[in-house]
């Protein structure tokens, strides 16, 4: 089982909807990550939190919102989406640069 | 430039041949350096760190060379379970990952 722990896996939602995808870690890591990963594509990376602050944006677009409430969990709210931002949205967290650890992913249908 | 460059693939092999994978990076400043395996529809999993000393983990080895940055990662005596998609990565002090493109390797019996 994967240490990093994200829900839902699966969401659909419609393009006026607001949701949000969760991720929590219990290994004390102190950076937290959101990738956004495409079929046949490497993940890319959207969001970086060091120390629960927001330390690196890919230029994201705002309609993707992270938050980070502590140290142990990153969320990602969603709203106004549009179907390209459809894709598998992988959260992974990482004491420092040795090892980076992956949730499962929330695999999102944007309709 | 990409940051990380990766051979295309795919690549298609018998069992037990060696298949090597190699990646170059842009940034002379990153720090860290690993390959992950990804299998379909899951998320990628640390495979190994690559460390300048080069490591080896069974029938893996793995290679960075500083100078020509790049990284490569040989696999000996191919199984069947290694078919997935073999991703290089790269970091900094500024904890951002950064991967290939990915190469997919299917191992055939």
């Known amino acids: 089982d994967t240490e990093v722990t994200q829900t839902p896996k699966h969401l659909v939602m419609g393009m006026t909807n607001k949701k949000s995808l969760k991720c929590e870690q219990h290994?004390?890591?102190?950076?937290m990550y959101w990738y956004k990963q495409k079929a046949k594509k490497p993940p890319e990376l959207m969001f970086v939190?060091?120390?629960?602050?927001?330390?690196i944006n890919e230029s994201v677009p705002s309609r993707f919102s992270p938050e980070c409430p502590n140290s142990s969990l990153l969320n990602l709210h969603l709203h106004a989406l549009q179907p390209e931002d459809s894709a598998l949205y992988l959260c992974?967290?990482?004491?420092?640069?040795?090892?980076?650890?992956f949730g499962a992913g929330s695999r999102l249908t944007v309709l | 430039r990409k940051e990380v460059e990766q051979d295309p693939g795919p690549f298609n092999v018998p069992e037990g041949a060696t298949v090597a994978f190699n990646c170059t990076y842009s940034?002379?400043?990153?720090?860290?350096f690993f390959w992950y395996r990804q299998d379909c529809r899951k998320e990628p999993k640390l495979l190994m760190s690559?460390?300048?000393s080069g490591n080896e983990d069974g029938r893996f080895t793995a290679q960075l060379n500083r100078a020509s940055q790049y990284i490569s990662l040989l696999i000996r005596d191919s199984k069947l379970s290694d078919s997935a998609t073999y991703l290089c990565?790269?970091?900094?002090?500024?904890?951002?990952?950064?991967f290939g493109k990915g190469t997919l390797l299917t191992v055939n019996p």
């Open positions: 992974a967290s990482s004491q420092d640069l040795t090892e980076v650890t």
């Open positions: 290994m004390g890591h102190r950076a």
């Open positions: 939190y060091s120390y629960e602050k927001l330390s």
């Open positions: 940034n002379s400043a990153s720090q860290s």
């Open positions: 690559v460390y300048s």
């Open positions: 990565g790269s970091g900094g002090s500024n904890y951002k990952l950064t």
